[in-house]
């Protein structure tokens, strides 16, 4: 198998990260978040893909016929709605944070240390 | 009376479904409503597991999601395993969950109306989580199920909107464990593009019949991530004192108690299913780079518990530095080690949660966690002060607690792989059961001088945190007083019944029969295993370390109250050199910064992958 779909998906896992190490606005570390995430996607589709094969819906294709894996498909979808749960719940909380504390940059948020 | 294979998916589909009924019905039923509704779901999950606690026996309980049952070891399907230790672990967090809602029955000033509900059902929600990610026996599964808990999670401990630092803690919770989940997902996706498979016992045959590389040992480290992250494994733990000093109590109660512990649970299950044949991490390499994190977690937790003033991030703290000793007891891969951890654990539950409800009655009270701002003002609870001391000498071991039973158990098990072990277990044990006495003698009895403050050095204080609860001035409610003390005599309960432990010890051989599970979950013939259980009885080495902790524990604690003031040992004696230089520096690394925190998420990815391959 080709190499480049799990080095691209490092690529993004890693830029993921740097973001978030040095993000200076919350909004913007749980996108960070988001963009480590999309890692997965790009892992997960690239395992199933096959050169040449059409996508696994066999209503107007013959039997036997190649087709990418549908499984990895499955796990996607299912990891994009637990991502977008988990993202749309950490931005309420930004919001919330922003509400009552009057600021969204986690260098201002220094109370819980030591 | 549903069949075995039933009790299975029930164990989760029960509180799901309760979550729903009681967000739809929390709208127009009454306050008592909502909570004898929520007590009444709790208590069927917790039959269903005690039932399937029966059924399952010394063997295993299988259940094959919409029937797709595998034909000739070969399936698509979805399976759900029981053993005595998954089984085990669901059942001590349904009997959690049931504890955390009646403690909570009166704990918030919630108006009724459109939130009543919510509350107990996060709580059902977690709960389905929490049992679902301990009886899957599909790896793909798990991460759903480690997302489900996570997130919800996540709302319970940003649960009062209203204050920063819950919304601080239950953020940096959020995004680490998020990502670590991440890293799980894409190992996930390794394995799957590995072998074609998802299902833990799949897995285990398919590895078994291939070449160990280097993406096999990627796929190793990034799927423990996420499980090690959720158990606080050092340099993962950072965010486990920030959540549990924020969340609200009850929901602290539920955290320490056993989601910590099903990251352990997560990472040995993995391990001993996928892992542990040809083809995966040789046990040599496992054990040696577990019993190293092992011990820098509870050294690091164990430090950082001592130096806490704020009660509920202290208790964090402990949690830390025992979930340091429960990974000594898996890493050392012997079934003795296992079944030794797994009595640790369900003594620490009922121990670590009636200390955390203890500490929800000051927090009642008072209107603050500080351990020098409480000095000597809660003279007046004269019970809840013996029960907080007594929660303190069980967590430092002292026979004949559970705790205490654990940890004879395990450190003879770790004795026998390395002769200083015990020695670890001993300290943890004596410190953080100390700093619990020195809380209990200051707050309680009004003890020794008022503490100095200390200047310039990076502190959480526990003053200003907002009461969880209406006015100081009703009674205290009595579920908030009886059920700390029933669950210390719960923990009380797993010392003295030998039962427990015997049947702990077969399901802890059981847990590490890896053809056994394979047979089980595939179908197939299983041949029986012969091996004896491990003995899971008192012995007098472990009542004697037991006693010295517990007793190296007092001393600590009446050192620290009555003992010279800080600052008074001398500038250039060893203990203030140790201060400045060990101790300062390591707390200054738990900065609460988020950044940091991802940061020493990636360095201890990194570190894992070295060593594991090192040694591979």
């Known amino acids: ?114 | 009376m549903p069949s075995t294979a039933a009790l299975l998916p029930l164990a989760v589909a029960i509180p799901l479904l309760g979550a729903v009924v009681l967000s739809v019905a929390g709208r127009w039923l009454p306050r008592l409503g909502c909570d004898i509704l929520a007590t009444a779901w709790a208590v069927a999950d917790v039959l269903c597991l005690v039932l399937l606690w029966v059924r399952t026996g010394d063997g295993r309980a299988v259940s094959w999601l919409g029937g797709w049952e595998p034909h000739g070891g070969e399936s698509v399907g979805i399976v759900l395993v029981a053993d005595r230790l998954g089984g085990g672990t669901a059942l001590l967090a349904a009997l959690l969950v049931l504890a955390v809602l009646v403690y909570s029955w009166r704990y918030f000033d919630e108006p009724s109306g459109e939130r009543a509900g919510t509350f107990p059902a996060l709580l059902l929600l977690f709960e389905a989580g929490m049992c679902g990610f301990a009886l899957t026996g599909d790896l793909f599964d798990a991460f759903v199920f480690f997302e489900l808990m996570g997130a919800v999670a996540y709302a319970l401990t940003g649960y009062r909107i209203e204050d920063p630092r819950p919304l601080h803690g239950a953020l940096t919770f959020g995004i680490v464990n998020s990502l670590a989940a991440y890293c799980s997902l894409l190992g996930i996706a390794l394995l799957y593009a590995r072998t074609g498979e998802l299902g833990l016992a799949q897995l285990g045959r398919e590895l078994a019949g291939q070449h160990r590389d280097a993406l096999v040992i990627c796929a190793f480290v990034l799927v423990l991530t996420g499980p090690l992250v959720k158990a606080a494994m050092a340099p993962f733990h950072f965010w486990l004192p920030d959540a549990h000093a924020v969340a609200p109590t009850p929901v602290c109660m539920l955290l320490s108690g056993v989601m910590v512990e099903l990251g352990v649970y997560g990472a040995a299950r993995i391990y001993w299913t996928v892992f542990s044949g040809p083809g995966g991490i040789p046990h040599d390499a496992f054990r040696t780079t577990f019993l190293a994190a092992g011990v820098l977690t509870a050294l690091i937790g164990t430090t950082m518990c001592w130096q806490q003033r704020h009660l509920k991030r202290m208790l964090a703290f402990s949690t830390v530095g025992h979930v340091g000793l429960f990974l000594i007891g898996v890493a050392v891969l012997t079934p003795a080690g296992l079944a030794g951890t797994a009595v640790y654990i369900a003594g620490h539950a009922g121990a670590k949660a009636a200390l955390f409800g203890l500490t929800g009655i000051l927090l009642d009270r008072y209107g603050s966690v500080d351990e020098h701002g409480l000095h000597g003002r809660a003279r007046e609870l004269a019970l809840p002060g013996a029960l907080f001391l007594a929660g303190g000498l069980a967590l430092a071991g002292l026979p004949p607690f559970g705790t205490g039973l654990g940890k004879a158990l395990s450190e003879e098990a770790a004795g026998h792989w390395a002769g200083w072990l015990p020695a670890v277990y001993v300290i943890v044990s004596a410190v953080t059961g100390g700093a619990v006495l020195r809380v209990a003698l200051r707050v309680f009895y009004g003890l020794g001088p008022r503490p100095t403050e200390r200047g310039g050095e990076p502190e959480t204080t526990g003053e200003g945190e907002k009461p969880e609860v209406r006015g100081p001035t009703r009674l205290l409610p009595p579920p908030m007083l009886v059920l700390p003390a029933l669950l210390l005599l719960g923990c009380l309960a797993v010392g003295l019944t030998p039962d427990l432990g015997r049947s702990l010890a077969r399901a802890a051989e059981l847990f590490t029969d890896r053809a056994g599970y394979q047979a089980a979950a595939l179908g197939t013939a299983a041949q029986a295993a012969v091996a004896p259980p491990p003995p899971a009885g008192w012995t007098t080495a472990g009542v004697l370390l037991g006693l010295l902790s517990a007793v190296l524990a007092c001393a600590l604690a009446g050192t620290a109250v009555l003992g010279p003031a800080r600052g008074a040992a001398r500038p250039h004696s060893a203990v203030a050199f140790l201060g400045r230089r060990v101790v300062l520096p390591v707390r200054r690394l738990h900065s609460g910064l988020l950044g940091d925190y991802v940061a020493w998420l990636t360095v201890g990815v990194a570190v894992l992958l070295v060593a594991v391959a090192a040694q591979s």
């Open chain 1, 1 to 114: 198998m080709n190499l480049l779909p799990f080095l691209a998906a490092a690529w993004i896992l890693l830029v993921g990260l740097y973001g978030l190490v040095t993000s200076r606005n919350l909004v913007h570390a749980v996108g960070c978040l988001a963009v480590a995430q999309s890692s997965t996607y790009v892992l997960l589709l690239a395992v199933g893909y096959r050169r040449g094969a059409t996508a696994p819906v066999f209503a107007d294709l013959p039997v036997g016929s190649p087709v990418v894996d549908p499984v990895v498909q499955a796990l996607a979808l299912t990891d994009v709605v637990v991502g977008a749960a988990v993202t749309a719940l950490l931005l309420a909380l930004v919001i919330q944070l922003q509400k009552r504390h009057g600021t969204v940059d986690p260098q201002n948020l220094t109370e819980l240390r030591g």
